[in-house]
Nanobody, 121 residues
Framework: QVQLVESGGGLVQAGGSLNLTCAASVTIATITTMGWYRQAPGKQRELVAVITSGGSANYADFVKGRFTISRDNAKNLVYLQMNSLNPEDTAVYYC???????????????WGQGTQVTVSS
């Protein structure tokens, strides 16, 4: 099982920046994709960005050009650099990962506990 712990959330003014970090605790599993989702009050959880182990990244349209996802495979870390934040970015941000075990065909997923990001106008 992979456990995820997010950090870096907080309160920032519109136009500001935050950098989120997610640390994965891994024993014998191999992490494949890592990503960030967010959930605003009264809304469904939505994808923000994902990145493969090879470094290929995909972003939701609403963050393109403002957010950057990156990862450190050796340390099992994934980052989300968020620039030009606006009040609509206010949400709980969740780290997500897919992982596999050797000789097992199934893919498993894990979620972090979330970190609050609040952008004031």
């Amino acid at each position: 099982q992979v456990q995820l712990v997010e950090s870096g959330g907080g309160l920032v003014q519109a136009g500001g920046s935050l950098n989120l970090t997610c640390a994965a605790s891994v024993t014998i599993a191999t992490i494949t994709t890592m990503g960030w989702y967010r959930q605003a009050p009264g809304k469904q959880r939505e994808l923000v960005a994902v990145i493969t182990s090879g470094g290929s990244a995909n972003y939701a349209d609403f963050v393109k050009g403002r957010f950057t996802i990156s990862r450190d495979n050796a340390k099992n870390l994934v980052y989300l650099q968020m620039n030009s934040l606006n009040p609509e970015d206010t949400a709980v941000y969740y780290c997500h990962t897919q992982y596999r075990y050797r000789f097992v065909a199934s893919t498993y997923t894990s979620w972090g506990q979330g970190t609050q990001v609040t952008v004031s106008s």
